[in-house]
């Protein structure tokens, strides 16, 4: 047997209804959110953004380091990767080798 509604769960329905009608339009006026279609999205582009390339590209490798030199690196925060670059950088340039 289907239940029937309530006084109490129709006055809850039209509140959300009316709710969910004004987070649209706020949306669609970019008061709150940016709405965007399909053919946007699809437009977008992936990878870094325009101009951020460097003139000298930085080459992927696999390094095994200690786990608590690496935990070390890692808790400087965001950067650490450019920062063991620049350590190694600045070692070899005291050896002389750069």
Do not use: C
Request: zero cysteines; proline letters at 4%.
């Amino acid at each position: 047997m289907p239940k029937t509604a309530t006084p109490k769960m129709d006055a809850e329905m039209l509140a959300f209804a009316n709710d969910v009608a004004l987070s649209i339009r706020q949306a669609k006026a970019g008061q709150y959110a940016r709405v965007t279609t399909g053919e946007q999205l699809a437009a977008g582009k992936r990878g870094r953004p325009v101009g951020s390339v460097q003139a000298v590209t930085k080459e992927p490798v696999k390094l095994r380091i200690d786990a608590d030199v690496l935990a070390a690196l890692r808790a400087t925060g965001d950067g650490w990767q450019t920062r063991i670059n620049d350590t190694l950088r600045a070692s070899l340039h005291l050896a002389g080798k750069v």
